[in-house]
């Protein structure tokens, strides 16, 4: 069974350019997470989808960020226009609906640096 | 406020020196708690999910314990293929749905 994958694995872009980023969770998983882990400090919740649905944007950072996820399916975050700040590892993870607590499982993340 | 803590920062241990890495959390109630490991430039693989206190769980050389204030992570007999980056992290009750709160980890590395 293939993993979560995101794509692209490394992008530079300067600043005020839009850069999207694209995660595809495990098939049959309806929960799918974006996470962000900025220079020196903790991984960090940013939004949970539950199919197409956002369920929780609580951890998104500003308008700037936009995340899709059409048909419930792969999931696109974007950022425009992206800030200096904004550089960091962004995962994304997906895990199944069920009762109780979720297990959930992480793409290899696309570190974005913004120059 | 939800909070994780991880110590120590770093661990350096000789292959076959056994250890514990720490993982205190302040939540206002726990649903479960999560043991991840993480090699550069990956991301965190799932190992352990713990959901109440006095709970234990294994795998190979690691063992996972859980209290109500704290988790450890005990490595029994290192090899430097136990090299990583332990993440842990909380699941609340409280504070929305499902998403995880995260410690900043331990860089641990283990040496022949």
């Known amino acids: 069974e293939a993993g979560v994958t995101q794509f692209p694995s490394h992008s530079v872009i300067e600043k005020g350019q839009t850069v999207t980023l694209r995660c595809d969770p495990i098939?049959?998983?309806?929960?799918l997470y974006w996470y962000r882990r900025v220079m020196g400090k903790e991984i960090k919740f940013l939004l949970h989808?539950?199919?197409?649905?956002?369920?929780?944007e609580s951890g998104m950072p500003n308008n700037r960020f936009l995340a899709e996820r059409t048909g419930g399916t792969y999931s696109t975050l974007k950022v425009q226009p992206a800030e200096l700040e904004d550089s960091g590892v962004y995962f994304c993870a997906s895990s199944q609906v069920g009762r109780g607590t979720d297990t959930q499982y992480f793409g290899p993340g696309t570190r974005l640096t913004v120059l | 406020e939800d909070q994780v803590t991880q110590s120590p920062e770093a661990l350096r241990l000789q292959e076959g020196e056994s250890s514990s890495l720490n993982c205190s959390y302040t939540v206002s109630g726990l649903r479960g708690l999560f043991w991840y490991r993480q090699d550069p430039g990956k991301g965190p693989e799932f190992l352990f999910t713990?959901?109440?206190a006095g709970e234990e769980k294994e795998k190979e050389r690691l063992k996972a314990t859980l209290t109500k204030k704290e988790s450890f992570l005990h490595i029994t007999a290192p090899k430097p293929e136990d090299s990583a980056t332990y993440l842990c992290?909380?699941?609340?009750?409280?504070?929305?749905?499902?998403?995880?709160?995260f410690g900043a980890g331990t860089r641990l590395a283990v040496h022949p």
């Open positions: 098939s049959g998983h309806d929960n």
């Open positions: 713990l959901y109440s």
């Open positions: 989808f539950v199919k197409e649905s956002k369920q929780d």
């Open positions: 992290a909380v699941q609340a009750f409280s504070g929305g749905y499902n998403k995880l709160i």
